[in-house]
């Protein structure tokens, strides 16, 4: 017989695996994908929230203590980042350089196409998220943990992370 823990960790993993795939889907500039995406279970998980809590005190943002806190409430936590590449435009400048051949010589220098690309895709991801009644929030304190723990190669410059529950009240929410 199956209990409610497990069919909704089960059943969590598979919206997981609807958001990723929604994600995937989601509109990008010129067609072009970017982003990466990744799915950490309990293991990963502990992982995250240990950088998260080092980063908390190397820093004195308490914030990333919380939410470390937070996603230990979670089976699944999404995990989508984007590589900066820019979109191959001769007009734009809307990153701040004349064209996308400017921007080139900064490669750090996110490309607004590609974060609003990751927007976008995570828009696309907690919307199935909530149409399955999954508790969720995009959190940057997990993405900040995953790049500092090489869970993306080195290209994917910005990540942000969903923990994903299934609770009486959303433990993403209402946070002291």
């Not at 970017?34 to 980063?55: C, P, V």
């Not at 919380?66 to 999404?78: C, E, Y």
């Not at 976008?120 to 995009?138: C, E, F, K």
Request: net charge positive; with cysteine; hydrophobic share 40%.
């Amino acid at each position: 017989m199956l209990h409610e823990e497990e069919i909704i960790e089960h059943a969590l993993r598979r919206v997981a695996e609807k958001m990723i795939i929604a994600a995937r889907t989601a509109p990008k500039a010129r067609g072009k994908n970017n982003l990466f995406t990744a799915l950490a279970g309990k293991e990963d998980i502990e992982k995250l929230a240990r950088r998260m809590e080092e980063i908390a005190r190397e820093s004195g943002e308490a914030f990333f203590a919380r939410d470390a806190g937070n996603i230990r409430h979670s089976p699944w936590v999404v995990l989508l980042g984007t590589r900066i590449d820019p979109a191959g435009l001769k007009v734009c400048g809307m990153c701040g350089f004349k064209n996308c051949d400017e921007k080139r010589k900064h490669p750090d220098h996110p490309c607004v196409f590609n974060t609003g690309d990751l927007g976008i895709a995570l828009g696309s991801a907690v919307s199935v998220a909530m149409d399955h009644r999954a508790d969720n929030r995009i959190m940057y304190t997990v993405g900040q943990a995953a790049m500092d723990l090489g869970l993306f190669p080195p290209e994917v410059k910005i990540v942000y992370g969903v923990p994903l529950a299934a609770a009486s009240k959303n433990p993403f929410f209402d946070r002291k």
